[in-house]
């Protein structure tokens, strides 16, 4: 279980302090939850957070019980977080094979590298020994870095706007693959996203506005007022629905 305490998040700069993230309370056990909201509204920060790439201003971030606040991404990481950043990293000269051994902490052999490119929809022979690098598209980037997590065996796989920067045909790949991840997952899965499939995964929905949880609740109470159906003139549901509406076509 993830829990946040009080958790803010202020920056400063020549113009004075800001205030990023206010006073955050969230606990979170569900296998699959959903931060979506307007942009700027504080998501990815929050995510960050989580992962441990940024240190929160104040509050207390606890995972399985564990007070992990002063704990640095990579010893996050060896608790069982993993984080996907929007636009997943090229690596000149490591090859795929290599990324999944890495991910997996041991010398992956090719059944288990077919394996986990295979659960994320790609072709392992064509794979295995390219570069992470400009050659791959954005999409394919994306099922990798999601099949080197499922290498890992994270207790907690945070996806920051997987959807951003990949084509349509490249999306409705991706949906199926967090669909089968759902489906198979012993961990839980954050995901920020704006998109309606991926929220309909959600077990749980959480809107952040301005620094801080709007609402959060389960899926069947969030989605249809973020759709429209209840508070369709507020920010955070029109930029939704105009996200929505933009991959629907």
Request: with cysteine.
């Amino acid at each position: 279980m993830l829990q946040l305490e009080h958790v803010t998040y202020r920056v400063s700069d020549e113009q004075g302090e800001k205030t990023i993230l206010k006073d955050v309370n969230l606990s979170l056990s569900e296998r699959f939850v959903a931060f979506t909201g307007p942009n700027g509204g504080g998501k990815s920060t929050l995510a960050k957070v989580i992962a441990g790439i940024i240190t929160p201003t104040e509050g207390k971030i606890l995972f399985d019980g564990e007070d992990i606040t002063p704990l640095s991404v990579t010893e996050r990481a060896k608790r069982g977080i993993s984080y996907a950043f929007q636009q997943p990293v090229r690596f000149k000269g490591l090859t795929v094979r290599d990324l999944i051994s890495i991910a997996a902490g041991r010398s992956a052999n090719v059944s288990d590298a077919c394996a986990y490119l295979s659960e994320v929809g790609l072709c392992a022979r064509d794979y295995l020994d390219r570069e992470v690098n400009a050659s791959l598209s954005g999409g394919e980037l994306k099922r990798i870095e999601i099949a080197t997590i499922l290498a890992r065996g994270t207790k907690l796989s945070v996806f920051d706007e997987p959807e951003a920067g990949i084509d349509l045909w490249s999306f409705q790949n991706l949906i199926r693959v967090f669909e089968k991840m759902y489906e198979q997952t012993r961990g839980s899965i954050l995901i920020i996203s704006h998109q309606e499939r991926i929220l309909n995964i959600a077990d749980k929905i959480v809107v952040i506005k301005n620094g801080q949880v709007e609402k959060e609740g389960a899926r069947a109470d969030i989605l249809p007022a973020l759709l429209g159906s209840a508070d369709a003139g507020s920010p955070a549901c029109s930029v939704l629905a105009d996200k929505v509406e933009g991959v629907r076509k």
